[in-house]
């Protein structure tokens, strides 16, 4: 879920997994536990050479695994993308001052990026339609298998309405992989390396659910934690990286 979030109070409820030192990997496990992140790396994690199926020990370790197997796959949807004439005509034309300009452009151009999502990341990228989004930019809906778009990113930046779409669609990719902690579906069976990580967004979803539920305003302290919950900062991360590539933009 990206933009703006409403109640204030939720930031409490967000980081029930109390963060101690921002930043420093260091946090209160639901256990109780504190773990500092400088005991905590396992040498394979830190090499990138990350085998295990057992889920990373710290936010750093995260960020390493999350790389290893994310960063060729988001680079390859960048290339994919920029090879795309649509995709260069419409960042060209895509104009803050005409949302009926930019609505049609967007229609055109999300086809292409689902499909380039479905090549990279090899999964089955979910439909988008455009409605309000309850006070949100994007959202994604598990459930219904769609993502929804605000109108109101017809009146923003290219390079917001391509990092609000790639953000909702790596969230659809993220709960493709929770299902498959479970289930065995269609022969697909999670390697170790993303069973690791599905497990360790697993593990989160208590402190998830809570900053799914509402929000706040999102003052630069909420947005700095919001990062640190792992399916966010993979979301985020990707779209920033994708979107401001696209449109030469940061
Ligand atoms: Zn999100």
Redesign the pocket.
Known sequence: ??GKIRHSWLTELLFEHEVLTAGQDAYRRPGGEITPATQQYDRAELLGSYQSSEPPRTFAAYRIILSQLFDAKRQRLFDLLAAEPVMRSATTEWSPRSSVTNANIARVLVPFVVKALEQSYEFNAPPVEFAPAAGFLGTYDSRHHKITLSPQLFGSSCKEFLDTLI??EI?ALQGELLALLNVQRRGRILTPVERAIAQYWKNEEPKYRSALAAGSQMSPDTKRRYLLIG??FH??TTGHFVASKLTGRS
Do not use: Y
Request: charged share 35%; no cysteine; hydrophobic share 35%.
């Open positions: 879920m990206k953000h909702e969230h399916q966010e979301a985020w």
